[in-house]
C-alpha cells in the first residue's frame, strides 16, 4: 500500500473503524505534531500499536501545530508530515486535526486505546476525562522522553552557528 493512500478523512476513518471493530480488533488512536521525525517517534508508534490490532494516527494541522508550539513551527507542512508517519509499518491510518488536543476525535472515532508518549502520566494526558467518560483505555507508550524535535531544532541551530 502506497503511504498516501493511509491518510484519509475523519468520515472514512471512522468507517474503517467501525469495519475493524466488527472483526473482533481493538483500534489504537495515538497523536502528536512529528514535525522533524526521529527515534523516539518510531519507537512511540511501535509501542503505541503493541496496545491493539489497528494504529491510527492523527496528526496536529499547522495551525495547531503552530499554537502550541509557536512561530516558526512547523517546518515541516501537515502533508509531508501526515506522509512521513503513513510510511512508518506500524501505522494503519492517518488523519490530520485542527483542535489542539484530539478530544473530539476520541468522541468521533471512540477508539479502544488512547495511546500517549512518556512525557505524559496518566494524570497529565489532556484528553483524560473524555477517554474516562467514554471507556478508552489512556497507555502511556514508548520509551522515556530523551528525545525532543525542539532539543534536535536546537542543536541544529548552534551547529550552524559554530559553522559560520
Request: proline share 4%; aromatic share 4%; net charge positive.
Amino acid at each position: 500500500m502506497n503511504s498516501r493512500d493511509k491518510i484519509v478523512s475523519p468520515a472514512f476513518l471512522r468507517e474503517m473503524i467501525d469495519s475493524v471493530r466488527g472483526r473482533g480488533k481493538d483500534v489504537v488512536l495515538a497523536n502528536g505534531i512529528f514535525d522533524l521525525v526521529h527515534v523516539g517517534h518510531v519507537r512511540y508508534l511501535e509501542a503505541a500499536r503493541r496496545e491493539g490490532d489497528v494504529l491510527v494516527v492523527a496528526i496536529n494541522s499547522d495551525a495547531s501545530a503552530r499554537q502550541l508550539k509557536g512561530p516558526g513551527r512547523p517546518i515541516l507542512g501537515e502533508a509531508a508530515r501526515a506522509e512521513l508517519i503513513a510510511a512508518v509499518g506500524a501505522v494503519d491510518a492517518v488523519v490530520v486535526f485542527h483542535e489542539l488536543n484530539v478530544e473530539r476525535l476520541l468522541e468521533f472515532l471512540r477508539p479502544d486505546v488512547h495511546a500517549k508518549g512518556t512525557d505524559y502520566a496518566p494524570n497529565t494526558v489532556p484528553e483524560r476525562d473524555t477517554a474516562a467518560r467514554l471507556g478508552i483505555r489512556v497507555a502511556i507508550v514508548g520509551d522515556p522522553k530523551k528525545h525532543s524535535t525542539s532539543d534536535l531544532f536546537s542543536r541544529i541551530r548552534s551547529a550552524a552557528t559554530h559553522r559560520s
